[in-house]
Nanobody
Framework: QVQLVESGGGLVQAGGSLRLSCAAS????????IGWFRQAPGKERDFVTV??????NTDYADSVKGRFTISRDGATVYLQMNSLKPEDTALYYC???????????????????WGQGTQVTVSS
């Protein structure tokens, strides 16, 4: 069992920055991946980024590449979000996948554990 708790969301003006945290606990082994997903009202949940627990390999959605950075320090995964845009407004979730490869790490339904989400609102 894995528990995930997100924090760090808030209201920010366009062009600003936020850092989200995902505190992980439980039985996380080296084959795990931690992903960030987001869901805006009335829209589907979208992949944002993912980091492999061991080795630190990362992947980003094209919409956030160059603006967002995922990292891990111990049992906490961070999402640094810079140059925020109004279209980044969403509920952000972190999730844990006990094994994924390549494009499969972008598929939300393959993730086994989810946090409760943290709201990010970017005003124009």
């Amino acid at each position: 069992q894995v528990q995930l708790v997100e924090s760090g969301g808030g209201l920010v003006q366009a062009g600003g920055s936020l850092r989200l945290s995902c505190a992980a606990s439980g039985r996380i082994t080296n084959n795990y991946a931690i992903g960030w997903f987001r869901q805006a009202p009335g829209k589907e949940r979208d992949f944002v980024t993912v980091i492999k627990w061991s080795g630190g390999n990362t992947d980003y959605a094209d919409s956030v590449k160059g603006r967002f950075t995922i990292s891990r320090d111990g049992a906490t995964v961070y999402l640094q979000m810079n140059s925020l845009k109004p279209e980044d407004t969403a509920l952000y979730y972190c999730a844990a996948n006990d094994y994924c490869l390549g494009i499969g790490c972008r598929v939300g339904r393959l993730y086994d554990y989810w946090g409760q989400g943290t709201q990010v609102t970017v005003s124009s």
